[in-house]
């Protein structure tokens, strides 16, 4: 019966409101100037008041006073005239009293009241008009004048009282609605943190409908939370008499973070200054990023490593392994067999892998290259892997590790016989609890593309191979190995592999370990360690040892075999065995040894590598910088685009000049076009996609009409696709009609800004060194580029900051890092080449380099070009 009074079929109540809708709210600060705050509030027609004293010494009793804590004395009461029937006692009798402990309750959440002990914080709260909703109209009121008062909170505290009526919560009960005999629930919420202040209900309701009675309530105290929010910000701003709210505003809860707003006059400030103060920022802190980041390679600054794996923790075995010298003979019989059949000798390698107890396999494959590889002469690539797998004598035989070495084109015979050595060697031991695989695999990565494919029935680059027949356990662990030269010095250890990624740190701190133990001299990025640090020779070998690293990390394309394993969380390393340091000369039988040892302790793993560091860098092998160290370098160059970002937010949001007769200036209160802004977004993206697909579809019609081959047609097209891009302000131009405003560069360099952050900030996470090499020059871009420069030499400081150019100046500094300087000719020639390796790297092995580039780096840099040429 009630139900239906109240609430129509239309859904509208008594009052005309829908079931969710609250009372108007109205509401006033700083009503009293005598009380240290105090509040006025209207919710529908209740209408309260509350004034607030303290915090001030104890009264009364001092037996009440808490040394740890102020004390909140809360008193309610109703005027005389409050309701239709005049109150004989305003306050005093059972339900005044009731309502002032629930008050004091509430406010105990909320308020801080541990920065006041031994005081007292008096909240008196008069109800001069009723209508229902009582408590909620007083906690609001009382949260108004505490704020006024400048006592720290928590949080607003917001009430609200909600009833239910025919399956339906009713928010903000007026009295009619209360006096209807609907369940009612009164609810104080502390909103940001939704935690629940007070909770009372003075109706039976049965408990189905309880938690949807209490979400309604919560979202009707947020929605007072909203109105009250915004009484605090317009006091803010017109208050003159004492800061009590801007004292409020300072303070900040310790606890959970969760003060009240800052004070709008500081914030004003605060941004004030960094606008003020914007470009000597950003330049502080670019040069503070550079310098971090040479700091890097610093001793004292890096971290020992160690080896985290307990399984790995010692290297106590036996390496007995006594082969060297068989190993040599069988490496220059392999060399005989591969020489007479002009390629891969499959049939001699299967007779003596299965000679040595091998179960032996083959898998063919087959791949046509998207244009010819000039480097290695190849277009229709065809070859065949030979496997062999040592099943595990006393383990179940569910995981493997790998062996492999590539019978490249060129001398790496020792290291095919070397693993036919290591076979044999292990093939008599019992206790191998994994199956190892020994793999010879040809045309180096493709082949190992294909069998890494093979086994784990995936083809995501699109090549022919033969399923593979036999597969051993699940693969934790793979060492490649290279021997290039008959005379071996040292060993080197590389990590960089597919799009940068790099193996658990414990691998490279086992190689490590080991060539320690056995006396083998070792080397990471061809360079040896070096102990006079604090030197600055010492110093400069390490920040070349460092940036050789972040180079091939950066180029993103596998630098070993090992390379590809990693895309398939298998960690993995090759060792290169190079011919460098004359004094010394390492044979074959130690290398066996050191290759036992790490076998026979990756053996020992009881799960996948995951205790060290998957993300670092290398200045030594005996040292690393992990990436808590190094990504503060990145950071400093990104917070330079959001100082920018802000600068032109504020600008924006700056209300244009006015002349002398009060008239804003038109030019400067137009607002951009959506056109100014989506146009050069569009053109520069489609710059970028015809970067991606023309240069490998075009090149038939490029060997057609022009003297040059498939690779030189794929590398010219894409430099002419990307050169035309400069012409993207002409076309801009023509789409839009009349000249830009200064508004509309405004906002496109700020979506420029922000477009540029979220890409280096997302590229830095995945490849760290890509992110920091295109960080370094295309943040000044970003930062200082507008159309008010001069043209000219503007053009010229971003056409050299830009990603060709960048990969340019890469090319010749890695050569030098490696300490083969080349010339203008050969380093250009050499540039043209690695752009169109990293073509093929893309299409072959899924490199993310070149579309990263040619998608999304090179459009937005295109969208600065713009900006400077902005009419």
């Not at 959440?109 to 007083?138: E, F």
């Not at 799009?499 to 133990?517: E, M, R, T, V």
């Not at 002419?720 to 801009?732: M, Q, R, W």
Request: aromatic share 10%; net charge neutral; proline share 4%.
């Amino acid at each position: 019966m009630a139900g239906l009074e109240l609430l129509s079929d239309q859904g509208y109540r008594l009052d005309g409101r829908k079931a969710t809708e609250l009372r108007k709210v109205q509401a006033r600060m700083g009503v009293f100037a005598q009380a240290d705050g105090s509040a006025y509030l209207e919710q529908g027609n209740t209408k309260a008041l509350a004034v607030v004293y303290g915090p001030h010494e104890m009264r009364g009793s001092r037996s009440r006073t808490l040394h740890d804590r102020a004390v909140i004395n809360c008193q309610y009461s109703m005027a005389t005239f409050s309701t239709a029937e005049r109150k004989r006692r305003p306050h005093g009798d059972r339900k005044s009293t009731e309502m002032s402990l629930h008050l004091k309750q509430t406010f105990e959440a909320a308020v801080m009241t541990q920065l006041y002990p031994r005081s007292q914080i008096d909240i008196y709260v008069k109800i001069l008009q009723s209508d229902g909703g009582n408590y909620s109209v007083c906690v609001n009121a009382a949260t108004l004048a505490v704020i006024d008062a400048g006592i720290p909170m928590r949080d607003y505290v917001c009430a609200c009282t909600v009833g239910f009526v025919d399956e339906t919560p009713l928010a903000d009960l007026c009295y009619a609605e209360e006096s209807g005999g609907v369940s009612s629930l009164a609810l104080a919420l502390l909103p940001r943190g939704g935690q629940i202040a007070l909770l009372q209900m003075d109706a039976r309701l049965h408990q189905d409908h309880l938690e949807t009675l209490i979400e309604a309530a919560m979202t009707a105290c947020k929605g007072v939370s909203k109105v009250l929010d915004e009484v605090v910000d317009v006091t803010g701003f017109t208050l003159e008499r004492g800061s009590s709210v801007s004292r409020l505003r300072d303070c900040v809860t310790a606890d959970n973070n969760m003060g009240l707003l800052s004070d709008p006059n500081r914030r004003r400030a605060l941004i004030s200054l960094l606008t003020r103060l914007n470009t000597p920022i950003c330049l502080v802190c670019y040069m503070a990023g550079v310098a971090w980041f040479m700091g890097l390679a610093f001793e004292p600054f890096t971290l020992r490593t160690y080896m985290s794996e307990n399984a790995m923790g010692s290297t106590m075995v036996e390496e007995r392994f006594p082969a060297g010298e068989r190993a040599l003979a069988t490496g220059r019989e392999f060399a005989a067999h591969k020489k007479k059949v002009g390629g891969m000798p499959v049939d001699w390698l299967v007779k003596t892998m299965q000679a040595r107890g091998l179960e032996v396999f083959t898998q063919s494959f087959s791949r046509t290259l998207p244009f010819p590889d000039e480097n290695k002469e190849r277009y229709m690539v065809k070859g065949t892997n030979v496997y062999g797998i040592l099943r595990a004598p006393r383990a179940p035989r569910t995981e493997a590790l790998v062996l492999s070495a590539p019978c490249s084109p060129g001398d790496n015979n020792q290291a095919v016989g070397l693993l036919l050595g290591l076979a044999q060697y292990f093939r008599n031991q019992i206790y191998w609890a994994k199956d190892i695989i020994f793999l010879v695999n040809e045309h180096d990565l493709i082949g190992m593309q294909a069998w890494l494919e093979g086994y784990h029935h995936t083809n995501t680059t699109g090549m022919d191979w033969s399923p593979l027949q036999g597969r051993g356990g699940s693969i934790q662990a793979a060492l490649s190995l290279e021997l290039s030269s008959d005379v071996i010095t040292s060993l080197d250890l590389v990590l960089e592999g597919l799009n940068g990624q790099l193996p658990n740190l414990d691998l490279a701190n086992l190689f490590y370990a080991f060539c320690q133990k056995i006396g083998v001299l070792c080397t990471i990025q061809g360079k040896l360690q070096r102990n006079d640090w604090d030197s600055v020779s010492g110093y400069s070998h390490a920040v070349q040892t460092m940036m050789l690293m972040v180079m091939k990390q950066a180029s993103g394309r596998p630098w070993g075999d090992h390379g590809l394993f990693l895309r398939y969380h298998i960690e993995a390393a090759t060792i290169k065995g190079i011919n460098s340091f004359r004094q010394y000369k390492t044979d074959a039988t130690t290398i066996g040894r050191l290759l036992e040892g790490m076998y026979r302790k990756l053996n020992n793993l009881l799960e996948r590598l995951h205790q060290s560091y998957f993300f670092y860098l290398m200045p030594s092998l005996s040292h690393f910088v992990s990436i808590g160290y190094y990504m503060p370098a990145f950071g400093l160059l990104a917070v330079i685009l959001l100082l920018r970002a802000l600068d032109l937010w504020v600008q924006l949001a700056t209300p244009p000049a006015r002349t002398e007769d009060g008239v804003a200036d038109i030019e400067q209160q137009s607002s951009p076009g959506v056109l100014s802004v989506l146009t050069p977004l569009v053109i520069s993206h489609l710059t970028g996609v015809a970067l991606y697909t023309l240069p490998i579809r075009f090149q038939e019609m490029a060997v057609e009409h022009f003297p040059v081959s498939e690779t030189e047609a794929v590398v010219l097209t894409a430099i002419a696709v990307y050169t035309a891009g400069l012409a993207l302000p002409h076309n801009t131009h023509r789409f839009l009609s009349g000249e830009g405003t200064e508004q509309g560069w405004r906002v496109l360099k700020l979506v420029a800004v922000l477009y540029l952050a979220v890409l280096l900030g997302c590229t830095a996470l995945i490849n760290f060194s890509l992110g920091f090499i295109l960080a370094l020059t295309l943040v000044p871009v970003a930062a200082f580029v507008t159309p008010h420069v001069p043209k000219v030499l503007s053009a010229f400081i971003l056409v050299i900051l830009s990603p060709a150019c960048t990969l340019l100046f890469s090319v010749f500094f890695f050569q030098e890092l490696q300490e083969m300087p080349v010339s203008f000719q050969d380093g250009w020639l050499l540039y043209l080449s690695v752009i169109s390796q990293g073509i093929l790297d893309h299409s072959l092995y899924g490199s993310l380099v070149y579309p990263l580039i040619a998608l999304l780096v090179y459009p937005c840099w295109l969208l600065f070009w713009n900006i400077l040429f902005w009419k």
